[in-house]
């Protein structure tokens, strides 16, 4: 999960989910998503939007590049957010990129 300010004073809660091998995120596993996260948490915690992603880019360590992607979602440029060089797997940010910038437009 993922949260940006908005600059309209506003705020957007992302989800971002990498489905297993053969399965992919319909409209009934957000809804089931959203349900567990508003019963076992609170509806605060449940995201304004849930996204299926490629993969979740990890340094080349292994963690993960939270504040990067965050980065990325308030407009900063790829080249300024991350050094893709210390990523486990550049197409995976570059994929983060492009959907912020998408977003944003």
Do not use: C
């Amino acid at each position: 999960m993922v949260g940006v300010d908005l600059p309209d004073d506003g705020y957007w809660l992302g989800l971002f989910v990498v489905p297993a091998p053969g399965h992919a995120l319909d409209e009934d596993l957000k809804q089931r998503i959203s349900t567990t996260l508003r019963t076992r948490l609170t509806p605060r915690h449940v995201p304004d939007e849930i996204v299926e992603a490629p993969a979740v880019p990890h340094t080349l360590s292994g963690k993960r590049l939270e504040v990067p992607i965050k980065n990325l979602l308030t407009g900063r440029p790829l080249e300024k957010a991350a050094n893709v060089a210390s990523v486990d797997d550049p197409d995976a940010l570059r994929w983060y990129a492009k959907f912020a910038a998408e977003r944003m437009a």
